[in-house]
């Protein structure tokens, strides 16, 4: 019981730290960008925008998540199944805890991009890094 308990909140912790240093970068990517520029030069708007700028978003998200996955990954490989949603669902409370709740109204499918990100961009980094390194 101890041997899975300790790697447990190592799951959190990399899950709570790459959650900062993910907003951190954030600050930045979010502003120098060119591709919501480059979009709209192009005359790619509305709908199609919104669409293309979240899946680059979430390529990118997936990018910086893959230290967080490589770490997860050496904790206990046949446990992914445990330690993924330890780093994924406490960080994912933490940022959404008040679209959560009742006072979201008519607004939630706003949310639903950035829910579907934030719960997907790290089990899809480990997923990713478990396939290259198992062909590896």
């Known amino acids: 019981m101890k041997s899975i308990i300790v790697p447990c909140v190592v799951a959190v912790l990399i899950g709570l730290i790459q959650a900062i240093l993910l907003t951190y970068c954030w600050v930045y990517i ?3 960008n060119p ?7 192009s ?3 509305g709908t199609l925008n919104h669409l293309l700028v979240g899946l680059v978003d979430f390529a990118i998200n997936v990018l910086l998540c893959l230290p ?7 904790l206990r490989p046949r446990k992914l199944g445990v330690y993924v949603p330890f780093a994924v669902v406490p960080v994912f ?3 959404y805890w008040p679209v959560l709740g009742p006072t979201t109204g008519e607004s939630w499918p706003a949310y639903i991009p950035g829910v579907l990100s934030a719960l997907l961009m790290l ?4 997923l990713f890094l478990r ?3 198992a062909s590896a």
């Open 43 to 45: 005359h790619i708007t």
């Open 35 to 41: 591709l919501p520029v480059w979009f709209v030069h």
């Open 30 to 32: 979010a502003t120098y």
């Open 123 to 126: 089990p899809v980094a480990v």
């Open 131 to 133: 396939r290259v390194t």
């Open 68 to 74: 967080a996955a490589y770490a997860i990954c050496k």
């Open 93 to 95: 409370l933490w940022q």
